[in-house]
């Protein structure tokens, strides 16, 4: 149980474009879904959590307007990077934890997308 | 603010050799703690969580860890490694009532055959 899925794995784009990334649990509700952004030998950085049916909370630093994020049912949140550029590059996780049963209090994560921004 | 410190950035141990890896957080209010682990090419996935009781805390494939309130810490071991165990570790820390989990660095561990 607690399995998550995000689409695409790996995405190559060119500079200005934007990139829509789907975080999905499979087999558990996600009242909760996280998204993290993790640069090479540094650790996970938190860059939004969302909610069910709210607007995300975006840490410190994250522009929220570049990095629109969409939590519109239980099992699903999108992460869209507006107008991507190089310095967009980077590997992007999500997370998700539920309210209940084996999601309840724990975040489960995805298996990453991998952004290039040429 | 929470955060989590891994003393460890890159172990190197032979097979059959025990590991012990440390992690201290910050926040002295009452916390979750887990350890996660990621494998070569793979996502993330829990290895053992702490919420409450008995401080020592069994996880998948023979591992444990030890939560020390007073010493802020919760430290990850296994009596004897193996090359599967080859792979990064992350401690993991949250405040007990919010949603944010607060990562350490990471630790790599290299096990040699």
């Known amino acids: 149980g607690a399995v998550v899925s995000q689409h695409p794995s790996w995405v190559i784009c060119k500079s200005g474009t934007s990139v829509k990334i789907e975080c999905r649990s499979l087999?558990?509700?996600?009242?909760?879904m996280f998204w993290y952004r993790q640069f090479p030998k540094q650790s996970l950085m938190l860059m939004a959590t969302?909610?069910?049916?709210?607007?995300?909370?975006?840490e410190q630093g994250v522009e929220k307007d570049k990095f629109l994020i969409n939590h519109a049912s239980l099992t699903l949140s999108t992460l869209t990077v507006t107008s991507a550029h190089p310095e967009d590059s980077s590997f992007y996780i999500c997370?998700?934890?539920?309210?209940?049963?084996?999601?309840?209090?724990?975040?489960?994560f995805g298996p990453g997308t991998r952004l290039l921004v040429l | 603010a929470q955060s989590v410190s891994q003393h460890n950035h890159h172990v190197i141990l032979s097979e059959a050799a025990s590991l012990e890896l440390g992690c201290n957080y910050s926040?002295?209010?009452?916390?979750?703690l887990f350890w996660y682990v990621q494998y070569p090419g793979q996502h993330l996935q829990l290895l053992l969580k702490?919420?409450?009781?008995?401080?020592l805390v069994k996880g998948i494939k023979g591992f444990e860890a030890e939560f020390i309130k007073s010493k802020f810490s919760f430290n990850l071991r296994k009596p004897s490694v193996q090359w599967s165990d080859t792979a990064e570790y992350f401690c993991?820390?949250?405040?007990?009532?919010?949603?944010?989990?607060?990562f350490g660095i990471g630790t790599k561990l290299q096990v040699i055959p």
């Open positions: 993991a820390v949250n405040n007990r009532g919010y949603q944010k989990v607060t």
């Open positions: 926040y002295g209010g009452t916390v979750n």
């Open positions: 702490y919420f409450s009781g008995d401080p």
């Open positions: 087999d558990f509700q996600a009242t909760t």
């Open positions: 969302s909610n069910e049916g709210s607007k995300a909370t975006y």
């Open positions: 997370s998700a934890m539920g309210s209940g049963g084996a999601g309840v209090k724990t975040q489960y």
